[in-house]
């Protein structure tokens, strides 16, 4: 069936129906521009329609049927006004149809009203091809100023004139656009290096290098740069330029769904991240000591909302500690709250055990260890794309949210933007006077408040949550237990803390078995055998072993590769020095024993140079006394004879040496019942005490050779 303004193509040609006659039927050419209406036998035109050869088309200014114009437009009061001067045409019907009286009634319009003919005419086409309504008079004033397109630079200036200079200017050539581009791609797009007022004196110094001889007036100026960048970078169609680089895809890419929607149910799905807290800590030993800014880890499920997991520390962000985060989100929150001096009930924070997914950065959970957690405790690991925060959006606003309720307080050290270091400034790290315990029990007051309290006014519900259910962690938490899918599994905190222990290959010797200079007793390894010394037992050169960073104390082997089972090897007396350290301090202690020891092996090369250089001279001097002596013209046999006797002379030669060069009174003995009285040296001066009794010398003698 046709109606009136339907559009139908015939031969390639767009027709709309302006009117129905007896026996024709009154359309015109959409898309001529000298197009008039026309008349066509109606039975010619069903005979078109039936054949198929003219055919239904979609009208292209259906738009205008939806314009909704504000009164004060100039495009309303155009409109108005176009519609005045046509009015009593488009009401005749002998202007649709007769070309004659359309040309005379035009004609006179143009008197009456003082408008153009052509204007006239083209008006009563707008109105006849645009579907016969008011809203086809519309001016298209979207189409002008050829909006997308690069106009036609010629020897004119174009663009406003300049008011405050004198000088011309010059314009925009596709040369200076080009280092346009240089200077924005190089310092702005992708990733913002700098400002576009920094970047725009990039391009003046880079463009008054190659141009030297161009004044500075001439240079273009920053509103050009800043209309190309604008053009060029910033818009809809231009936008895939920013996107190309992944650390601005957080900030530009639409977002088509919610993390909410992908997870089923309490437990399906947690997230883990890391931040450095905007507060600067003090010491607990020392409150004048600064010790900086900690670390904070949350992990969170993603239907609830609930924070499962918690580490505030010093530690900088690291597999260690995202491993000690994901330890207190598996364990009961009662004890690890009693830990830090707060007493909860379960139903407080009763969430623990293993998810079903963990959605962490690539750099944090990856590895051998991340392996394990996947494949023995059945935890699916999903890595966020380099520089995209937004994949973790849940987790990057609890952040916020929590240092939210400490940084309003004032005159305690927190991060405000900037610090003055100006002479007089104010600068808020002298402020700090939390200790990290202090802090610890804030943060995790915190997250109490956050999981029993806190309303999620944009939190996505689903069709079948009740409305009296109120969108607080807490109870969406138990709503879901009830109604969904739990997705948590028991697992011994124990175990899986050991298996997600970092890990390093360990020496066995008779001493015991060796980790970086550390040596450790294991009372299995004593019932293998492995320590008895110069026996051939069998033994493995080498064992894994897993490690806590924060205890040197204990040390897990892993004697089985295929399995989790371990031996607790425990620090030797041969290391008790390192006893109660964590790793890093005793590294730090045995790379410093090892510097003074490499110091003083330097002097002892120096020492054992000159010893040999001594020993040589007394060598050389000994060997010339011989042969001067003729020592080398005498039989072996002659030389070897007399030994023994040799050896007795050189002891009484030895002895006679040690009385006469002993001081006076250096040595003597008291006996009871006798006369002490001193004798002068004259009287015992015929007194032989080489005839006493030798007992060390038969206790030790030697086997001197004849």
Not at 32 to 43: D, G, Q, R
Not at 67 to 86: G, M, W
Not at 189 to 210: A, G, W
Request: aromatic share 10%.
């Amino acid at each position: 069936m046709q109606l009136i303004n339907s559009v139908y193509i015939l031969n390639s040609t767009q027709y709309r129906i302006l009117k129905f006659l007896p026996q024709y039927t009154v359309w015109i050419a959409i898309d001529n521009k000298n197009a008039f209406p026309e008349l066509i036998l109606s039975k010619e035109l069903k005979i078109l329609s039936e054949d198929q050869s003219l055919i239904p088309a979609q009208d292209p200014y259906e738009y205008l049927k939806r314009l909704n114009l504000s009164k004060n437009s100039i495009q309303l009061k155009k409109r108005d006004e176009n519609f005045s001067i046509i009015q009593d045409l488009i009401n005749d019907e002998h202007v649709l149809i007769n070309a004659k009286i359309r040309t005379a009634k035009i004609k006179t319009l143009h008197l009456e009203k003082e408008v153009s003919i052509n204007k006239i005419l083209r008006l009563l086409r707008r109105y006849w091809q645009r579907g016969q309504t008011i809203n086809a008079l519309v001016p298209d004033y979207e189409n002008s100023g050829g909006k997308g397109q690069k106009r036609t630079i010629g020897d004119k200036k174009i663009g406003r004139p300049r008011i405050y200079e004198s000088n011309e200017g010059k314009n925009v050539t596709e040369q200076v656009e080009l280092y346009f581009k240089k200077a924005i791609e190089g310092y702005l797009v992708p990733i913002k290096k700098q400002s576009i007022n920094d970047t725009y004196l990039r391009f003046k110094n880079l463009f008054s290098k190659h141009f030297p001889q161009v004044q500075a007036a001439d240079i273009p100026t920053y509103a050009q740069f800043y209309y190309f960048y604008n053009t060029q970078y910033r818009n809809g169609k231009n936008s895939k330029r920013v996107l190309t680089n992944q650390k601005t895809l957080k900030d530009h890419k639409p977002l088509t769904s919610t993390a909410t929607k992908q997870a089923n149910g309490p437990g399906a799905r947690y997230e883990i991240d890391s931040t450095v807290a905007d507060i600067y800590l003090v010491s607990s030993r020392d409150p004048s000591q600064i010790i900086g800014r900690p670390t904070v880890y949350i992990v969170i499920d993603v239907f609830s909302r609930m924070i499962a997991g918690l580490y505030v520390g010093m530690e900088n962000s690291s597999f260690n500690t995202a491993i000690q985060c994901l330890s207190v989100a598996v364990q009961d929150k009662v004890t690890f709250c009693q830990s830090y001096g707060l007493q909860i009930q379960s139903e407080d924070w009763p969430i623990y055990g293993l998810p079903g997914a963990i959605l962490a950065d690539r750099g944090e959970l990856i590895g051998y260890q991340i392996e394990l957690l996947e494949k023995n405790f059945s935890v699916r690991i999903e890595n966020a794309p380099p520089y995209r925060s937004d994949a973790k959006g849940i987790v990057e606003r609890a952040f916020g949210i929590i240092q939210s309720r400490f940084k309003s307080y004032e005159n305690i050290g927190v991060v405000s933007g900037f610090k003055e270091k100006k002479k007089g400034g104010h600068d808020y790290r002298l402020e700090a006077c939390l200790t990290l315990e202090e802090f610890r029990k804030i943060i995790l007051s915190c997250v109490l408040l956050r999981n029993n309290f806190d309303i999620l006014t944009k939190y996505d519900r689903s069709a079948d949550m009740p409305t009296d259910l109120p969108s607080i962690p807490l109870k969406l938490w138990q709503w879901g237990l009830q109604h969904r899918t739990g997705m948590l599994r028991q697992v011994d905190s124990k175990s899986l803390s050991v298996g997600l222990l970092p890990r390093m290959d360990a020496s066995l010797s008779d001493h015991g078995l060796k980790v970086k200079g550390l040596v450790y007793q294991c009372v299995e390894m004593h019932k293998q055998g492995w320590f008895i010394r110069n026996t051939a037992k069998s033994r493995p050169k080498k064992l894994q072993i897993g490690f806590d960073p924060y205890s040197v104390n204990t040390i897990y082997v892993f004697f089985n590769e295929n399995k989790l089972e371990y031996w607790e090897a425990h620090l030797s007396d041969a290391s008790r020095q390192y006893q109660h350290l964590t790793w890093w301090e005793a590294e730090q202690i045995y790379k410093a024993i090892k510097i003074v020891e490499k110091q003083h092996s330097q002097l002892k090369s120096v020492a054992v140079v000159e010893l040999q250089d001594f020993t040589d001279k007394i060598i050389q001097t000994a060997q010339s006394r011989q042969t001067q002596a003729g020592v080398h013209q005498l039989s072996k046999a002659q030389r070897t004879r007399d030994i023994r006797q040799n050896k007795q002379e050189a002891i009484q030669v030895e002895r006679a040496e040690h009385l006469q060069n002993r001081p006076f009174n250096s040595i003597r003995t008291i006996h009871p019942n006798q006369n002490n009285t001193q004798t002068p040296p004259s009287q015992n001066s015929n007194l032989d005490l080489t005839s006493q009794p030798d007992l060390m010398r038969q206790l030790f003698e030697e086997d001197d050779e004849e």
